[in-house]
C-alpha cells in the first residue's frame, strides 16, 4: 500500500489500494470553534438565542450546560440545528445564567461560554402611574 498525501491543506492521507481506488484517512483533529456564544442582556418575558458551532476529526457534537449542568429543555428552552443554536423565549429569572457549549469528538473537546443577564427595567415593572389629584398647599 503506497502513501501519498492528496489534501496536504486538510492533512488527508491516501493510500492507493488498486489502481482503480484510493481509500482517503483524515487524522483526528481536536474541536475548534468557527462561532461562539455571545454573553446577552435582555428584558423578562423577552427572548434569546445563542449559537455555537465548531469543526474538527470526527465533526463534534454540541452539548450545552447551564451554570455546570446539562441543560434541560422545556417548552421555552430549545436546541436546534443540530444543538448549534440555544433558544430561550418567555426569559424569567430562572434563565439568568452562564450557558456554556461544549464541543466533543473523539480527539478532544472545548468549551465556550456566555452570560444572560436580564436588564434590570423589566424585574421592577412598569413605572406607577401619575397621582390623580395633585396636591395642593395651603
Same mark, same amino acid.
Given at each position: 500500500?503506497?502513501?501519498?498525501?492528496?489534501?496536504? !491543506?486538510? #492533512?488527508w @492521507?491516501?493510500?492507493?489500494?488498486? !489502481?482503480?481506488?484510493?481509500?482517503?484517512?483524515?487524522?483526528?483533529?481536536p474541536?475548534?470553534?468557527?462561532?461562539?456564544?455571545?454573553?446577552?442582556?435582555?428584558?423578562? #418575558?423577552g427572548?434569546?438565542?445563542?449559537?455555537?458551532?465548531?469543526?474538527?476529526?470526527?465533526?463534534?457534537?454540541? @452539548?450545552?450546560?447551564? %451554570?455546570?449542568?446539562?441543560?434541560?429543555?422545556?417548552? &421555552?428552552?430549545?436546541?436546534?440545528?443540530?444543538? &448549534? &443554536?440555544?433558544? @430561550? &423565549?418567555?426569559?424569567?429569572?430562572?434563565?439568568?445564567?452562564?450557558?456554556?457549549?461544549?464541543?466533543?469528538?473523539?480527539?478532544?473537546? %472545548?468549551?465556550?461560554?456566555?452570560?444572560?443577564? @436580564?436588564?434590570?427595567?423589566? !424585574?421592577?415593572?412598569?413605572?406607577?402611574?401619575?397621582?390623580?389629584?395633585?396636591?395642593?398647599?395651603?
Amino acid at each position: 500500500m503506497n502513501s501519498d498525501r492528496c489534501c496536504p !491543506l486538510l #492533512g488527508w @492521507i491516501c493510500y492507493s489500494l488498486s !489502481l482503480c481506488s484510493v481509500f482517503c484517512w483524515s487524522p483526528p483533529a481536536p474541536p475548534e470553534f468557527s462561532q461562539w456564544p455571545q454573553s446577552l442582556s435582555r428584558p423578562g #418575558g423577552g427572548s434569546a438565542e445563542f449559537s455555537c458551532s465548531a469543526s474538527g476529526e470526527p465533526q463534534p457534537h454540541i @452539548i450545552w450546560l447551564k %451554570n455546570g449542568k446539562l441543560l434541560s429543555v422545556s417548552g &421555552t428552552v430549545r436546541l436546534s440545528n443540530v444543538n &448549534t &443554536t440555544l433558544s @430561550i &423565549t418567555q426569559i424569567s429569572p430562572e434563565d439568568e445564567a452562564i450557558y456554556q457549549c461544549i464541543a466533543e469528538n473523539s480527539a478532544g473537546s %472545548n468549551q465556550a461560554s456566555a452570560r444572560l443577564s @436580564i436588564s434590570l427595567s423589566s !424585574l421592577q415593572g412598569p413605572d406607577p402611574p401619575p397621582p390623580l389629584h395633585q396636591p395642593t398647599r395651603a
